[in-house]
């Protein structure tokens, strides 16, 4: 039988982890979770983990604790040639909404539907 998969968040670093035993397979930095939009950065899952379903798990539990917090949405920047990441971000609910300055990356946004 497979390990199991445990997340850790680190209130300091504001890191989320997702685990297998000791071994740190996926992480992100998850931002603002407590004002109007949060923040994914510097997702990573580590290379022999990829294509397991990781990455969209690490997004959904940092979506859920924005949406814990309150926030109306959350956002982030991927690299306009990232297309795995791209793709990742489509799949989990992000849609662009603008290309940076220097044209190499976009910003993606996810809205929570607020409306009562
Ligand atoms: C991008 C990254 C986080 C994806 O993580 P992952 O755990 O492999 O992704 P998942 O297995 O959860 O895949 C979810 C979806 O993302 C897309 N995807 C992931 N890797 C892909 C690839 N190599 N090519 C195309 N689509 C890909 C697919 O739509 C996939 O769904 P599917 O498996 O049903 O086809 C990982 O490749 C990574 O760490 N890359 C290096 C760091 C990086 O680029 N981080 C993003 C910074 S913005």
Do not use: H
Request: aromatic share 10%.
């Amino acid at each position: 039988m497979s390990k199991p998969i445990t997340t850790r968040w680190n209130q300091r670093s504001q890191q989320l982890r997702l685990m297998i035993g000791r071994t740190t397979v996926a992480k992100a930095k998850v931002e603002d979770t407590n004002g109007p939009g949060g923040w994914i950065r510097n997702l990573n899952v580590a290379e022999s983990y990829r294509r397991r379903g990781l990455g969209r798990r690490l997004v959904e539990e940092a979506l859920q604790m924005a949406r814990t917090g309150g926030c109306e949405g959350m956002g982030l920047f991927v690299a306009v040639d990232n297309a795995p990441a791209i793709a990742l971000y489509r799949q989990t609910g992000f849609f662009i909404i603008a290309t940076s300055d220097c044209r190499k990356y976009y910003v993606m946004a996810y809205r929570f539907n607020t409306a009562s």
